[in-house]
């Protein structure tokens, strides 16, 4: 039997609610992108609210909120076994809660590594991500992380630019994250930001400074991927 679900978190959660009485015959949960099988059963699960919260409220009370903080660290990664490490790590918690994390089980290590993934990712982006200044005053940043961190970041940048308004752009999952007095997320269908026509000071002081600490005899490119890897280059004011 598999899963098929919306994709959204109160959806995984609505599965694992019903995923308890079958869990034996659950061989995966999906997005549902309307795929058909021909060996496997698959069931569509409509979201519903109500089964979310139980699931959630069951997590926090049975495992403490750190480990309902990495379940949905996990749902944001990039993994396409994330969603059955998932359940299959929750359900063998029922006896023993957070103490699952040390288990070596499959699944339990999987949950582990994926958590462990979004994590480093998104303390990754912290120091990462430049922002450039458009005309009317709003900050702009792109980025194309391997996994969904920009729901976890948006919090960070709320608060370190004050009360700025500024949108971080998912140029991956062509996603904007948005603060205007309140953080939002929304598609970037029909977005137009031309960059190339942008006078942007906060750009030539950045490349101005990473030009002036650089020891021109003892710069190495090939350290210098190690440390920083050529992928994360492209939207780095300074690399350019």
Same mark, same amino acid.
């Given at each position: 039997?598999?899963?098929?679900?919306?994709?959204?978190?109160?959806?995984?959660?609505?599965?694992?609610?019903?995923?308890?009485?079958?869990?034996?015959?659950?061989?995966?949960?999906?997005?549902?992108?309307?795929?058909?099988?021909?060996?496997?059963?698959?069931?569509?699960?409509?979201?519903?609210?109500?089964?979310?919260?139980?699931?959630?409220?069951?997590?926090?009370?049975?495992?403490?909120?750190?480990?309902?903080?990495?379940?949905?660290?996990?749902?944001?990664?990039?993994?396409?076994?994330?969603?059955?490490?998932?359940?299959?790590? !929750?359900?063998?918690?029922? +006896?023993? #809660?957070?103490? @699952?994390?040390?288990?070596?089980? &499959? *699944? =339990?290590? %999987?949950?582990?590594?994926?958590?462990?993934?979004?994590?480093?990712?998104?303390?990754?982006?912290?120091?990462?991500?430049?922002?450039?200044?458009?005309?009317?005053?709003?900050?702009?940043?792109?980025?194309?992380?391997?996994?969904?961190?920009?729901?976890?970041?948006?919090?960070?940048?709320?608060?370190?630019?004050?009360?700025?308004?500024?949108?971080?752009?998912?140029?991956?999952?062509?996603?904007?994250?948005?603060?205007?007095?309140? !953080?939002?997320?929304?598609? +970037?269908? #029909?977005?137009? @930001?031309?960059?190339?026509?942008? &006078? *942007? =000071?906060? %750009?030539?002081?950045?490349?101005?400074?990473?030009?002036?600490?650089?020891?021109?005899?003892?710069?190495?490119?090939?350290?210098?991927?190690?440390?920083?890897?050529?992928?994360?280059?492209?939207?780095?004011?300074?690399?350019?």
């Amino acid at each position: 039997m598999i899963y098929l679900y919306d994709g959204s978190f109160e959806g995984i959660m609505t599965c694992i609610f019903y995923g308890y009485s079958v869990l034996n015959k659950l061989v995966d949960i999906q997005v549902d992108k309307g795929q058909m099988s021909l060996i496997d059963e698959m069931v569509k699960i409509t979201t519903e609210a109500d089964k979310s919260d139980r699931i959630v409220r069951y997590l926090i009370d049975k495992f403490g909120y750190e480990f309902f903080m990495s379940v949905y660290y996990v749902y944001l990664s990039s993994s396409k076994t994330k969603e059955i490490s998932m359940i299959r790590t !929750i359900f063998l918690g029922r +006896d023993i #809660g957070s103490e @699952i994390i040390h288990s070596r089980q &499959d *699944d =339990v290590v %999987e949950f582990m590594k994926n958590r462990g993934y979004v994590s480093n990712e998104s303390h990754f982006y912290l120091g990462l991500l430049r922002f450039t200044e458009l005309k009317d005053g709003l900050l702009y940043a792109q980025f194309e992380p391997e996994n969904n961190i920009l729901p976890i970041i948006m919090g960070h940048f709320k608060n370190r630019l004050g009360d700025r308004p500024f949108i971080i752009h998912d140029m991956k999952r062509h996603i904007l994250g948005v603060y205007e007095n309140e !953080i939002s997320f929304v598609s +970037d269908e #029909g977005l137009d @930001i031309r960059l190339e026509e942008i &006078d *942007d =000071v906060y %750009e030539s002081l950045w490349k101005v400074f990473h030009t002036s600490i650089a020891i021109e005899n003892m710069i190495n490119p090939k350290l210098q991927s190690s440390n920083l890897p050529k992928k994360y280059w492209k939207y780095m004011t300074e690399m350019k």
